[in-house]
């Protein structure tokens, strides 16, 4: 079978560490299965894993990750910080949590998961700068390889580089077809943030479009290799969701081929808006 582990591709952070450009995510309601994230890492080579605290799976997944047989320097290990552990001592204790949920020494990357920090009578700027710190603190000791936050907006990544020392080195958000916010994608990369991004088949809804079948059929490849090889093509991070071991292969299998510039410009020109997850452009 053809493993990932070789063509895979890595991209660069600020801080020199590479990630791999396709990662697998896991998500809560049903989003974790045991063996699909040991037939990812064993028959697919997939060596980038995404998840958080939120998602309830650290455990399980940390016990995969051992089972798998991988070497721990050969994978990269996101998770994140939810809202409700946001302050300098509440994250530094949720971070050494997952870590030890994980059974891992050191998370690779270690994003503040939504803007907003839900805490009364504080404004979300002071707890989304006191949270940072803990992390910029986390990442000084080498508890965290990388730091970044997911699903903030220009304003709040300004307010952040005002406030704090440390530039987030990746900004996690939804981006698929009918989800390009260009605008912070320019800052991100105006700033070093790496872009990385989430739901690239716009929860089975870009599967079906008229224009991404055609794309499909132009190819020889299925619909979600169209989606996530033109979110690869644009430098973008990716982080398939999937339970399911042929759907894991499939989403791998995305660099023996490459979108004309022509069909790039037609799926970039699909945005409409839609959010399939969370819209963060209500937090101030």
């Known amino acids: 079978m053809h493993s990932i582990a070789t063509s ?9 560490l590479k990630i791999p450009i396709i990662g697998l995510g896991t998500s809560h309601h049903g989003g974790y299965s045991h063996d699909a994230i040991l037939y990812a890492l064993r028959e697919c080579g997939v060596r980038h894993i995404d998840t958080a605290k939120r998602y309830g799976c650290e455990e399980q997944l940390g016990k995969a990750l051992r089972e798998s047989g991988v070497h721990r320097q050969d994978l990269w290990v996101t998770t994140k910080l939810w809202p409700g552990d946001y302050g300098y001592d509440t994250a530094k204790q949720a971070c050494h949590d997952s870590c030890s949920r994980l059974g891992v020494e050191y998370i690779d990357l270690y994003l503040m998961h ?66 390009q916010p260009e605008h912070l994608l320019a800052y991100c990369r105006q700033e070093g943030i790496l872009f990385e991004g989430y739901c690239p088949l716009a929860k089975g809804q870009a599967l079906s479009h008229p224009v991404i079948l ?14 996530i090889r033109w979110s690869v093509q644009n430098g973008v991070v990716t982080i398939p969701k999937s339970t399911k071991k042929e759907r894991i292969l499939e989403n791998c299998q995305v660099f023996g081929f490459e979108l004309e510039g022509v069909d790039m410009a037609t799926l970039g020109s699909m945005h409409d808006g839609r959010h399939m997850s969370w819209d963060p452009t209500h937090v101030e």
């Open 214 to 227: 055609q794309l499909a059929q132009k190819y020889g490849r299925t619909p979600s290799q169209i989606c």
């Open 114 to 179: 939504w803007p907003d920090a839900m805490v009364p009578g504080r404004s979300n700027r002071e707890v989304r700068a006191e949270t940072w710190r803990a992390l910029e603190e986390l990442y000084e000791e080498g508890v965290c390889r990388a730091i970044g936050v997911s699903n903030f907006l220009v304003p709040h990544l300004q307010q952040l580089k005002e406030d704090c020392s440390l530039v987030p080195q990746i900004n996690q958000v939804e981006y698929h077809p009918f989800q």
């Open 8 to 16: 895979c591709p890595k991209v660069s952070l600020s801080n020199g």
